[in-house]
């Protein structure tokens, strides 16, 4: 895949380079040229411009990137601009980065769906969510085994879990079913939210399209199930 992350600051950087590590094209933007320099060697490509300024903004090659991610983290002022232009120039997939609650509000407001708060969440976090397909989120027990929740495929939709064979094709063991539901956030705003229906599943439970599967297994094997 092809990503563009503007900001190379701590977690801009971190997340550049495990998306390049990972096999991605990667081109790093940044206004600081001793970052560009410091991740030059790093990642595919780096590039030093304004990016709030949007001649230098539409010099970046945004109709061949899958996503977009607006990890700007010093100046919330640039990073709403910034993700603005995204949004007027229609990128494919945008993701932002929020500082506080009202900055996620003023992202929210002009159409950010998908939000990044790296307070919390980690760049190896991000980095597996955006290269495994249906990845919503993941919790790492150690190196090599996971906790993930993701959309199950289209390919297993109608088929019950039995029939798939999580065990025995997969070596994953399914955790429950999460379906989403309609909830009001603090900003008095609908969202969707997932919601546990399930227990453990029954081997003969349907899964339906939309499901949510909370899964365990070894990395790999969670990956070649996603795929």
Request: with cysteine.
């Given at each position: ?25 990667v081109?790093?933007v940044d ?12 990642i595919?490509n ?38 603005a232009?995204?949004k ?6 945008l ?25 919390e ?19 790492e ?87």
């Open positions: 895949m092809k990503f563009i992350v503007i900001g190379l600051g701590s977690f801009g950087a971190s997340l550049a380079e495990k998306l390049t590590i990972q096999g991605n094209e081109m790093g206004n600081r040229m001793e970052k560009v320099n410091m991740l030059k060697d790093k595919t780096t590039i030093c411009i304004d990016a709030t300024d949007e001649t230098a903004f539409t010099s970046l090659p945004l109709k061949n990137t899958d996503i977009v991610i607006v990890a700007i983290g010093e100046n919330e002022g640039a990073n709403i601009m910034v993700t232009l995204c007027n120039h229609f990128v494919k997939r993701i932002s980065r929020a500082i506080n609650p009202l900055h996620e509000k003023v992202l929210t407001a002009i159409g950010v769906s998908e939000i990044v708060h790296p307070e969440e980690t760049a190896e976090r991000w980095a597996k969510k955006l290269c495994l397909n249906g990845l919503i989120e993941s919790f027990l150690n190196a090599n085994y996971s906790i993930i929740e993701a959309v199950v495929p289209q390919k297993y939709v109608g088929r019950n879990i039995l029939e798939i064979g999580f065990r025995e094709k997969f070596s994953i063991l399914v955790l429950t079913i999460l379906k989403k539901t309609e909830q009001k956030n603090i900003f008095g705003e609908n969202k969707m939210v997932a919601t546990v229906l399930h227990g453990i599943p029954d081997p003969k439970t349907i899964i339906q399209e939309g499901d949510i599967l909370a899964l365990y297994g070894n990395n790999q094997d969670l990956k070649k199930f996603l795929k």
